[in-house]
């Protein structure tokens, strides 16, 4: 089955504490990008990359970090958490970045809690 | 720049009643336009989406029609359902998306 999965789903942790949230997808997709959905602002790109040890910042980028070492997976790195990175992140594969023939595939998401 | 306004929400009707959500747009060139919607739990899926002016997007009985003279892609469906309860969200592309705010809608049986 076509899938992007995250993990994890939830996460609560303390200011400071470097976290990792994992995203894979099975589609051989290109394009990857990483939003943050919080009330009353929509999504929000974060990072996104076009393919292989090529990524760019989106919108709001400040307190992330991204690699894609491998076409499959696109790891959201917090170096240092702060409370207002506590949002509902949202990881997505694009064959041609969503915006054409195919469309964005998203991963259930991840709910952070930052203490 | 780019930008995708939708109606406030929350939208609360009951089972059979007439729906729109309301979409207006604001970008440079021609962009493609799109429904994405994210039921409770999920990540968001897309529902229709329309490449070109007077284009209507359809699907699942929701309908959507691009109108360049007035920027709107404004979301209809004649009869909705209780499993209808979702967020759906606006979105444009040119050279990449951007998404509006989103409308929680609550259908009550």
């Known amino acids: 089955e076509a899938q992007v999965t995250q993990n994890p789903r939830y996460l609560i942790t303390v200011t400071g504490k470097k976290l990792t949230v994992t995203c894979s997808q099975n589609m051989n997709h290109e394009y990857m990008s990483w939003y943050r959905q919080d009330p009353g602002l929509g999504l929000r790109q974060i990072y996104y990359?076009?393919?292989?040890?090529?990524?760019d910042k989106g919108d709001v980028p400040e307190g992330y970090k991204v690699s894609r070492k491998e076409k499959r997976n696109f790891p959201l790195i917090l170096e240092s958490p702060s409370p207002n990175q506590t949002s509902l992140y949202f990881c997505?594969?694009?064959?041609?970045?969503?915006?054409?023939?195919?469309?964005?595939?998203f991963g259930n998401g991840t709910r952070l809690t930052v203490t | 720049g780019n930008s995708v306004t939708q109606m406030e929400g929350p939208v609360t009707l009951s089972e059979e009643a007439f729906l729109t959500i309301n979409c207006t747009y604001t970008?440079?060139?021609?962009?493609?336009l799109f429904w994405y919607v994210q039921y409770p739990g999920e990540g968001l899926q897309l529902l229709l989406k329309a490449t070109k002016a007077d284009d209507k997007g359809s699907n699942k009985g929701f309908e959507a029609t691009y109108r360049k003279e007035t920027t709107s892609f404004h979301l209809e469906k004649g009869s909705v359902q209780v499993s209808d309860s979702a967020v759906y969200f606006c979105?444009?592309?040119?050279?990449?998306?951007?998404f509006g705010q989103g409308t929680r809608l609550t259908i009550n049986p």
């Open positions: 979105a444009l592309a040119t050279r990449k998306l951007v």
């Open positions: 997505a594969s694009s064959s041609d970045r969503g915006e054409g023939n195919s469309p964005l595939h």
């Open positions: 990359s076009m393919n292989v040890e090529v990524t």
């Open positions: 970008a440079t060139g021609y962009p493609s």
